[in-house]
Nanobody
Framework: EVQLVESGGGLVQAGGSLRLSCAAS????????IGWFRQAPGKDREGVSC????????WYAESVRGRFTISSDKAKNMVYLQMNSLKPEDTAVYYC???????????????????WGQGTPVTVSA
């Protein structure tokens, strides 16, 4: 019943922008935090950003701070990741994930997230 569906990935040139979307259903959206993670070939899954739906608090990895912006639309059960000034090293499959308890010291820990989408690939060409 719990479902997370990502969309918006694609191919873009370095310096360009993409907006990823995560559609959530089947759980109490306002009680959760939604994180964005990415995984490149041969690499561990990396936390990119997270937002607490109830209060709007957000976190960012240092590698994307100032370039990416996370936001939510409570009425639509949607979370977005606006990605600007994209770099080739941003190339990865991007996943959204839901976690009930998130804080400063835990938002980036993929093992704590309860539910995951299937991912949407992002390729940034040089």
């Amino acid at each position: 019943e719990v479902q997370l569906v990502e969309s918006g990935g694609g191919l873009v040139q370095a310096g360009g922008s993409l907006r990823l979307s995560c559609a959530a259903s089947g759980f109490a959206f306002d009680r959760y935090s939604i994180g964005w993670f990415r995984q490149a070939p041969g690499k561990d899954r990396e936390g990119v950003s997270c937002i607490s739906i109830g209060d709007g608090h957000s976190w960012y990895a240092e590698s994307v701070r100032g370039r990416f912006t996370i936001s939510s639309d409570k009425a639509k059960n949607m979370v977005y990741l606006q990605m600007n000034s994209l770099k080739p090293e941003d190339t990865a499959v991007y996943y959204c994930a839901a976690d009930f308890v998130v804080g400063d010291s835990s938002w980036f820990l993929s093992s704590l997230y309860d539910h995951w989408g299937q991912g949407t690939p992002v390729t940034v060409s040089a």
